[in-house]
T-cell receptor
Framework: DAGVIQSPRHEVTEMGQEVTLRCKPI?????LFWYRQTMMRGLELLIY????????DSGMPEDRFSAKMPNASFSTLKIQPSEPRDSAVYFC???????????FGSGTRLTVV | GNSVTQMEGPVTLSEEAFLTINCTYT??????LFWYVQYPGEGLQLLLK?????DKGSNKGFEATYRKETTSFHLEKGSVQVSDSAVYFC????????????FGGGTRVLVKP
């Protein structure tokens, strides 16, 4: 298994531009999670899905952030418009179920200038 | 609510020294407990886990025992290597919270040759 695949690995964009981050979970994992990691705030859960349905989006910072999971093998996190304070590493993780733990992707390092 | 507290770092050690990272938790019911490791520039990787009281998780020379009476899950390794330099995260998964993991703040470990 190739694990959780995220793209791109690095993204540099200008303030105000739209950014789309992509994630392919492990086949058969019913849960998908989006996290953001910064030095100041550590790891923050943004949103998670179960069977492609968003379950908890209380961590999404504001309306500029949106996430979709159109099918079991693909999810996107979109920021529109992006701001410098969105600069962070964004991780996607998937899980087969409660108590199993997560498998994380390698992350997307986003820099907004 | 659920919470995880782990010792603040950085922890600096010499090679072959003994490592302990303390982790205590607050949760309703009987959570599953995890340790994750994050190497520089990478995502989090599951290091070990324990699902019930007195269980011992172990992997790559690391061990942690689920202590319900002290609500703790301390991570230990008898002889660290330079390659163990990383950030270590303690986490819990409580049934009532679905499949959401609650993470500690992370402990940075630096092993010097």
């Amino acid at each position: 298994d190739a694990g959780v695949i995220q793209s791109p690995r690095h993204e540099v964009t200008e303030m105000g531009q739209e950014v789309t981050l992509r994630c392919k979970p492990i086949s058969g994992h019913d849960y998908l999670f989006w996290y953001r990691q910064t030095m100041m705030r550590g790891l923050e859960l943004l949103i998670y899905f179960n069977n492609n349905v968003p379950i908890d989006d209380s961590g999404m910072p504001e309306d500029r952030f949106s996430a979709k999971m159109p099918n079991a093998s693909f999810s996107t996190l979109k920021i529109q418009p992006s701001e410098p304070r969105d600069s962070a590493v964004y991780f996607c993780a998937s899980s087969p179920g409660t108590g199993s733990g997560y498998t994380f992707g390698s992350g997307t390092r986003l820099t907004v200038v | 609510g659920n919470s995880v507290t782990q010792m603040e770092g950085p922890v600096t050690l010499s090679e072959e020294a003994f490592l302990t990272i303390n982790c205590t938790y607050t949760a309703t019911g009987y959570p599953s407990l995890f340790w994750y490791v994050q190497y520089p520039g990478e995502g989090l990787q599951l290091l070990l886990k324990a699902t019930k009281a007195d269980d011992k998780g172990s992997n790559k020379g690391f061990e942690a025992t689920y202590r319900k009476e002290t609500t703790s899950f301390h991570l230990e390794k008898g002889s660290v290597q330079v390659s163990d330099s990383a950030v270590y995260f303690c986490a819990l998964s409580a049934l009532a919270a679905g499949n959401k993991l609650t993470f500690g703040g992370g402990t940075r470990v630096l092993v010097k040759p």
